[in-house]
């Protein structure tokens, strides 16, 4: 048997090839998984345009200088086992390569998730590491998987950034906006449902003009603003900046314009040409630019309520805000899928190209596809 993944040059996202190789041995205590479906948005962009800063191309190394494969998050199942404690045939969600299959070595299992224990992950942060059972997995619903690829990682973001922003009061900026920039992407308005429910917050959401009527739609914006738009908005008004775009051009206008800005918090890269420009914003005036780590969060507050009680917090949150995008008479978000691997390359490209349309979510295999 073979397996196939998609190859990204490090030093330019816009070049991928497919690369098809003999699988591996398992040796004991491994599992192969045949990887079903995976979702691609601008997270994963992000992962790519942070590769080496964050240690992403780490997770699956290809063993090609300059080459690395982005991760995402899907589903599969198990397809052989040298493990006594996963059957062949399980189902599982977590973080793959973009592949046909991966290898994983299951440790510190649960009745609800495992670890993989590979010697080259031990030392990368633990949430990208669990891979959840399917069977009890509260989040799990068969008729939602393509949903939850698409929107489970990155609404755990969102949920965490709200929750990591009323944990530090806002930073003086209640009563006061938060400006969300790249507004129609997919943790950006995941971020714009939940502060939507706080008292005394304006969700300001910016974007480009194309996108300014489809993030309007979506109710969960007290105002959006094309990014031309910016002047709009008072100079002195109390606010704080949640940059999903990595737009240095952007970031430098927000600072520079806005003199009662509390706190400047970097999410994520969506905008990859725009990347090198952005710095590390030590020159910038207010506030100094700060990167958002979701797990420092998670790992916070688990601490202080307790895995239980941050689970059940957060499944609360998760079938609140999926009832609402998958709402039939307006949903946000329809999954497109495309299958094999020229359908992947195209597929990525519209990503990273970031024309894509944001109703519009992809679900990508590189596996023979099962019946849906």
Same mark, same amino acid.
């Given at each position: 048997m073979s397996t196939t993944d998609l190859?990204?040059?490090?030093?330019?996202?816009? *070049?991928?090839?497919?690369?098809?190789?003999?699988?591996?041995?398992?040796?004991?205590?491994?599992?192969?998984v045949r990887i079903d479906s995976f979702a691609l948005t601008s997270n994963n962009i992000t992962y790519a345009a942070f590769g080496d800063a964050m240690n992403y191309w780490q997770f699956f190394p290809t063993g090609e200088e300059g080459w690395g494969t982005i991760p995402v998050w899907g589903f599969g199942a198990v397809v052989h086992s040298l493990h006594p404690g996963v059957a062949v045939g399980?189902?599982?969600?977590g973080y793959f390569p973009m592949a046909s299959s991966a290898v994983l070595t299951p440790?510190?299992?649960?009745?609800?998730?495992?670890?993989d224990g590979a010697a080259h992950r031990a030392a990368l942060p633990a949430v990208y590491n669990q891979y959840f059972r399917c069977r009890?997995?509260?989040? @799990?619903?068969?008729?939602?998987?393509?949903?939850?690829?698409?929107? $489970?990682?990155?609404?755990?973001t969102s949920w965490l950034i709200d929750d990591f922003l009323e944990d530090n009061d806002f930073f003086g900026a209640r009563p006061g906006a938060m400006l969300l920039s790249s507004a129609s992407s997919k943790t950006a308005y995941g971020t714009a449902f939940?502060?939507?429910? $706080?008292?005394?917050?304006?969700?300001?959401?910016?974007?480009? #003009?194309a996108n300014k009527a489809f993030c309007e739609s979506l109710g969960c914006y007290s105002r959006v603003l094309a990014y031309e738009e910016l002047g709009q908005l008072p100079a002195d008004k109390p606010c704080v900046y949640v940059d999903f775009a990595g737009n240095g051009a952007l970031r430098r206008a927000i600072h520079t314009r806005f003199t009662n800005l509390k706190h400047s918090a970097s999410i994520g890269g969506t905008h990859v040409d725009q990347l090198a420009a952005s710095g590390s914003g030590k020159d910038l005036p207010g506030p100094r630019a700060t990167l958002f780590f979701a797990p420092a969060q998670i790992k916070k507050r688990t601490s202080e309520w307790g895995a239980? #009680?941050?689970g059940?917090?957060?499944v609360?949150?998760?079938?609140?805000?999926? #009832?609402?995008?998958?709402?039939?008479?307006?949903?946000?978000? $329809? #999954?497109?899928?495309?299958?094999?691997?020229?359908?992947?390359?195209?597929? @990525?490209?519209?990503?990273? *190209?970031? $024309?894509?349309?944001?109703?519009?979510g992809y679900v990508l295999s590189l596996s023979a596809p099962p019946s849906r």
């Open positions: 190859l990204i040059r490090k030093d330019d996202l816009s *070049s991928t090839r497919l690369r098809t190789s003999e699988d591996q041995r398992l040796a004991d205590g491994q599992i192969r399980e189902r599982l969600y440790e510190r299992l649960s009745p609800e998730r495992f670890t009890s997995d509260p989040l @799990y619903t068969t008729d939602t998987e393509d949903i939850q690829a698409l929107l $489970r990682p990155l609404f755990i939940q502060l939507a429910q $706080r008292e005394g917050i304006e969700v300001i959401g910016l974007t480009s #003009a239980e #009680a941050f059940q917090r957060m609360q949150a998760w079938h609140a805000f999926i #009832a609402r995008v998958t709402d039939a008479k307006a949903p946000w978000l $329809r #999954a497109e899928h495309h299958d094999g691997g020229a359908e992947v390359q195209v597929a @990525y490209a519209e990503v990273l *190209s970031g $024309r894509g349309d944001p109703r519009v």
